[in-house]
């Protein structure tokens, strides 16, 4: 209880009482799935195993159902040699090292572009009518048909591929970027102003951090399409990179290993996404402060 | 705990401070758009002596809060003049603090950032900053809860909060929009309280929007009362109770007498049907 001026004593909410002042701070990986009992675990692992077992099943018996046949199929204990022959590769880290550079690279200037983009539009009715209708004509245009363009708009390979990443990653980070700052409630710009701040202090110290939570979820999400369009902006490359691992077993016909590579793919991705969340929540540190936990 | 001995109190300087005469000449505000556009409030004369309580009283809709907005600057007057110790109000500035009933401290910002956000924006250093800041809250009652996030803090502690940061700027004139009126009893008694022992302090004018009789007729040195659609002054009353104010004063007869008065008032009071509630920064 803190005594005040008039002598009464303010109300303590019950959850304050037991001050839990770390439970911020040991949440910062609130991004992840909170609270995941044992028993979750378990679920969650067993499902994995099933999804291998159906998979073996379907492989080693070459199943097939007339629409879609698991013939050309490699069995997971196949897949799992190539990756253990990948694993001993030495052109391995040079693989992963420049997909890793083409998509942090297409993602990084994706989350520049996207949050300058995203509040220009979000806060002047102008930019929306400058910059949307282009931009929603370009959204659709999938990662592989920027493939010929890109080629002729960059000097280098490289920066064509990071070019297909990202547009991959652009769009996701944009619109959230745009959602959040419309969510910035007007009530919280007029205390501002009132308070001393001018246009510039409103855009820097009010929406930015009022859409910061937003444009996490956007980078997230962004990260994830990024590695989504590694392999068609690696179908430019001449000699490393995951994406260009698949690419080339699929031409030599190397089934085994487009596998493998895919499997890289989609823990890369999801691996990124969880640091974005992670460096996110570390950003926002009063999401969730407050709520019982 | 008093900070009237403070030299470096947030009220330092008050002396050459203008004395925060607030002025409105046949005020009209209008709102909404083409066809729907319809008159708040019109015919607004008022004046408001420097470091005088009001109270502005009337039912949800009378337009008392589009009022106080157009004080505070975020609407503008379809007709007329307001003006702050001569000078007309053209837009939002920290001499004229606003304190809403909804929450408007910055999620982001940990209590003592937000109480320190008018000074960041007048840019002052981060240690001076905060060295004021603690004075005032500790004036609230807040110094342990300095750290916090707003969602970590009840209702009553959050509106302490909003008071203080509007205060850092030695705001002239304080507007506050119905502060208390999403407050359990008990909390809003003690905040009234606390409110008169600040506003002694820190002497500033108070203009003051509520819909409850007891809380304007307890804290006010003068009461307008107004009437719904449009909003116009339907009277003007000074309150002579004694300083400092007393729970007990409720129950005495001379209150009663008055609340009497203005419950006659706003029952006898003309006007259709009142509109939805206003906010100050408009529909």
Redesign the interface.
């Known amino acids: 209880m803190v005594p005040t001026l008039s002598g009464s004593t303010i109300e303590t909410p019950r959850s304050l009482r037991a001050p839990h002042r770390r439970a911020r701070r040991a949440n910062i990986l609130g991004a992840l799935p909170r609270r995941i009992s044992l028993g979750h675990l378990a679920r969650r692992g067993l499902a994995l195993a099933l999804s291998l077992l159906a998979w073996h099943l379907a492989a080693s018996s070459r199943l097939d159902l007339g629409l879609v046949t698991f013939r050309n199929v490699p069995t997971p204990a196949a897949a799992a040699q190539a990756a253990w022959a990948l694993l001993h590769a030495p052109a391995l880290p040079l693989h992963l090292g420049s997909s890793l550079v083409r998509v942090l690279s297409g993602f990084l200037a994706a989350l520049g572009v996207g949050v300058a983009l995203g509040l220009a539009i979000g806060r002047s009715q102008l930019a929306r009518d400058l910059l949307l209708p282009p931009l929603e004509v370009l959204r659709p245009i999938p990662a592989v048909a920027w493939i010929p363009l890109a080629i002729l708009m960059f000097p280098s390979s490289e920066m064509s591929m990071a070019f297909i990443t990202f547009t991959g990653a652009l769009f996701p980070i944009l619109l959230n970027t745009v959602h959040g700052v419309e969510s910035v409630h007007p009530r919280l710009m007029a205390a501002g102003r009132s308070l001393g701040a001018g246009d510039a202090a409103i855009l820097r110290e009010v929406i930015l951090p009022g859409a910061a939570p937003s444009i996490v979820t956007g980078a997230a999400i962004g990260m994830g399409t990024a590695w989504f369009c590694l392999v068609t902006a690696e179908m430019i490359s001449g000699q490393y990179g995951i994406g260009y691992f698949t690419w080339e077993s699929y031409t030599l016909q190397n089934y085994d290993d487009i596998v493998v590579g895919m499997l890289l793919i989609g823990l890369l991705g999801m691996g990124s996404s969880l640091i974005v969340r992670w460096l996110g929540a570390l950003a926002t540190p009063w999401i969730g402060a407050g709520v019982q936990r | ?2 900070a009237g001995t403070a030299p470096a109190g947030p009220h330092a300087g008050n002396e050459g401070r203008a004395a925060g005469h607030v002025s409105v000449r046949d005020g009209a505000i209008r709102l909404g758009r083409g066809e729907a556009a319809f008159d708040v409030v019109e015919d607004i004369d008022l004046d408001i002596s420097g470091r005088q309580f009001v109270c502005i009283l009337g039912p949800s809709g009378c337009g008392k809060s589009t009022l106080l907005g157009a004080v ?3 609407l503008a007057l379809s007709r007329g003049s307001v003006s702050l110790d001569g000078s007309a109000i053209a ?4 001499d ?3 304190v ?1 009933q ?1 929450h ?1 401290l ?4 940990s209590v003592i950032d937000n109480v320190a ?2 000074l ?3 840019g002052i250093g981060r240690r001076e900053r905060l060295e004021r800041v603690r004075v005032l809250l500790a ?7 300095s ?8 209702g ?2 959050q509106q ?1 909060v909003e008071i203080a ?2 205060l850092i ?1 030695q705001p002239r004139v304080l507007l506050m929009d119905e502060p208390f009126g999403a407050l359990d009893a ?2 809003r008694l ?1 905040m009234q ?2 409110l ?3 506003w002694t302090q820190h002497q500033t004018t108070i203009l003051f929007v509520t819909h409850d009789i007891d809380e304007a007729l307890f804290l006010a040195d003068r009461l307008i009362v107004m009437t719904p659609r449009p909003g116009r002054i339907l009277d003007d009353i000074p309150l002579a109770f004694g300083r400092p104010r007393e729970r007990g004063l409720i129950t005495h007869p001379r209150f009663t007498a008055v609340k009497q008065r203005c419950l006659t008032l706003l029952q006898s009071a003309p006007g259709g049907v009142p509109l939805a509630r206003l ?3 408009g529909v």
């Not at chain 2, 004036?139 to 809860?145: I, N, P, R, Y």
Request: glycine share 10%; charged share 20%; proline share 9%.
């Open positions: 705990m008093s505070a600057g975020h837009g939002p500035h920290p004229r603090g606003i809403f909804q408007t910055f999620p982001w910002l956000f008018g960041k924006m007048k004036q609230v009652g807040l110094s342990d809860f750290e916090r996030y707003p969602a970590e803090l009840s009553g502690m302490r940061r509007a700027n008990q909390t003690t309280e606390l008169l022992d600040i906010s100050p920064i």
